[in-house]
């Protein structure tokens, strides 16, 4: 098993930045690709952006490419996203997800149906 618990959101102002967190624990040394993930209300579950183990394979949902830098600090068990310039758009629960697959075809990393552990989620909310 794996816990991850994000932290991190809040209220912005747009063109704000703010910084995400998520803290993995349990079963860790099973987790190859990590993920972010955001909802809006009455919206379906968007893929933020996705990173592989050692950071070499990165991508970015095209909304937030540009203004956002996903990161992981692998002996802390930590991923991040930066996010700068933010709009209002950007409003969402922001969840972040890992997975026990080392190798991706594709664009698999954008659905949410392979990755096998999420956070509770963290409120991300921007002002106009």
């Known amino acids: 098993q794996v816990q991850l618990v994000e932290s991190g959101g809040g209220l912005v102002q747009a063109g704000g930045s703010l910084r995400l967190s998520c803290a993995a624990s349990g079963r860790t040394s099973s987790i190859y690709g990590m993920g972010w993930f955001r909802q809006a209300p009455g919206k379906e579950r968007e893929f933020v952006s996705h990173?592989?183990?050692?950071?070499?394979?990165?991508y970015y949902g095209d909304s937030v490419k540009g203004r956002f830098t996903i990161s992981r600090d692998n002996p802390k068990n930590t991923l991040y996203l930066q996010m700068n310039n933010m709009i209002p758009e950007d409003t969402a629960v922001y969840y972040c997800?890992?997975?026990?697959?080392?190798?991706?075809?594709?664009?698999?990393?954008?659905?949410?149906?392979?990755?096998?552990?999420w956070g509770q989620g963290t409120q991300v909310t921007v002002s106009s």
């Open positions: 990173i592989n183990l050692n950071g070499g394979y990165i």
């Open positions: 997800a890992s997975s026990k697959l080392k190798y991706w075809s594709g664009s698999n990393y954008r659905l949410p149906q392979f990755y096998d552990y």
